[in-house]
């Protein structure tokens, strides 16, 4: 019941391409988009984002589009080699579908491999919501738009939100492979981006255009380089959406909020990690949360022109010391967790995952319960304790039931985890009560 999107490893070969990525002077400097790749949500044996950033050089293959049965609004183009910075292998193409969530539009650029699974996948395909999701839309909204004093705009709770909520749903108006960015000529780059926002719906077009802007030169890059997140599409690929409601999320290192998106859905959802207040603010962190003070300021700083006055940043040297072990931490535990589910060390891997649960409890960061018990109930499975798999795997089912969850695989996955466990005890139970009869009779 390997999870195929989720539960990878580090491999040596991504780690030695992360290293070169983060030395290269040259790479690291092209701008400023690589630096926002890390942010992405904390889950359990979630690879490291920023391995999900671009990794010049693994894409080269140029994909047939035969499968294509979407009709895209504008025709799609393609950028040739002379486009490419020196030794630049790709192939990236823009597409628009104006079509999508019912005229919401979207523009994507990257291989078009990716956006040809994408289709094969049904991602842009208006699917009818999941039950769970249409009640959780039936609600009342948990959120609003407001002006918060000395950030611009804000979002804040609009109701009492319980932990594990649904706050809110996106989707992507422009998805820009990070790969793209960094290997095309800033030129070429920039037309096809512009394009790209160009060819989007009027409103959302507005909409992306009445986003905040940063320091950049260009436009484009003052749009994205502020407003976009670190999501990953196909098997490694890295991207950056821009998502115009969820950028008006503020950023706080200590979060009462995180992100999770749905290739399955290309939904972003904005889950709560603990209850939020009717009218506290909603945050989430811009940066990877086991980032040193010093370190986070200076990047915030750097990349969003925001001076974070959050309550970790106000708070005295000891407590951000502790926050800082404390994260990083589990920061090794989860890295740990991934090696010793890898190595079968399925004992120890279930005391680390339990940790992770406590320690995160206790750090202000509440674990991401069903992805836990999800990886709980498969580690208990491999090492053959069926009781306390069967129990997690209820658990986590229950959960991304309550959730309201979008997205489908996450749930199907849970469930076919379930069934899977459920039969495994059976066969058990049928081969014991064999061996009863055999030894009775
Ligand atoms: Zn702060």
Redesign the pocket.
């Known amino acids: 019941m390997a999870r195929p999107d989720q539960h990878v490893g580090f491999t040596p070969l991504l780690l030695t391409l992360l290293a070169l990525l983060m030395t290269s002077p040259s790479l690291a400097s092209t701008t400023s988009f690589f630096t926002q790749c890390p942010n992405a949500p904390p889950g359990p044996l979630a690879k490291n984002p920023i391995t999900a950033c671009p990794l010049p050089g693994l894409i080269g293959v140029i994909p047939e589009l035969e499968s294509t049965t979407i009709q895209w609004t504008y025709p799609p183009r393609c950028l040739g080699p002379e486009s490419l910075k020196p030794n630049g292998t790709r192939h990236d193409c823009l597409f628009t579908s104006a079509e999508f969530r019912n005229g919401h539009g979207i523009s994507i650029i990257g291989p078009a491999s990716i956006t040809a699974d994408l289709i094969a996948q049904g991602a842009f395909i208006d699917r009818p919501d999941p039950p769970a999701a249409v009640k959780r839309q039936a609600g009342k909204p948990a959120y609003r738009v407001v002006d918060v004093p000395g950030k611009g705009k804000g979002v804040v709770a609009a109701r009492k939100v319980k932990r594990g909520e649904i706050v809110m749903v996106d989707f992507p108006s422009v998805l820009i492979s990070t790969g793209f960015i960094m290997v095309t000529k800033p030129h070429h780059r920039r037309r096809l981006m512009r394009a790209a926002f160009n060819q989007l719906p009027e409103e959302t077009k507005e909409a992306v255009y009445g986003l905040r802007r940063g320091a950049e030169k260009h436009l484009v890059d003052q749009i994205v380089g502020t407003n976009s997140n670190g999501v990953e599409l196909g098997e490694e690929e890295g991207f950056v959406g821009v998502f115009v409601k969820v950028a008006r999320i503020n950023?706080?290192?200590?979060p009462n909020a995180y992100y999770r998106f749905s290739q399955d859905r290309l939904a972003m959802e904005v889950v709560s990690f603990r209850a939020i207040e009717e009218g506290e603010e909603i945050t989430m962190s811009y940066v990877p949360l086991e980032m040193k003070h010093d370190e986070?300021?200076h990047f915030?700083e750097a990349n969003w022109g925001i001076e974070?006055?959050?309550?970790?940043?106000?708070a005295n040297d000891y407590d951000i010391g502790e926050a800082e072990n404390k994260r990083r931490l589990m920061k090794e535990w989860k890295e740990t967790l991934q090696a010793a589910k890898r190595d079968k060390f399925y004992k120890d891997a279930i005391t680390i995952a339990q940790d992770i649960l406590q320690v995160s409890e206790r750090a202000d960061l509440p674990p991401l319960l069903p992805e836990y018990h999800d990886i709980l109930a498969e580690l208990y499975s491999l090492k053959g304790d069926l009781p306390e798999a069967l129990r997690y795997a209820r658990m986590a089912l229950n959960e991304w039931v309550r959730f309201g969850s979008l997205d489908y695989s996450e749930l199907e996955w849970a469930r076919e985890a379930l069934e899977e466990i459920v039969e495994k005890d059976a066969a058990r139970t049928r081969q014991l009560l064999g061996i009863q009869k055999a030894k009775g009779g």
């Open positions: 950023h706080s290192c200590r986070r300021r915030l974070c006055s959050c309550s970790l940043c106000r």
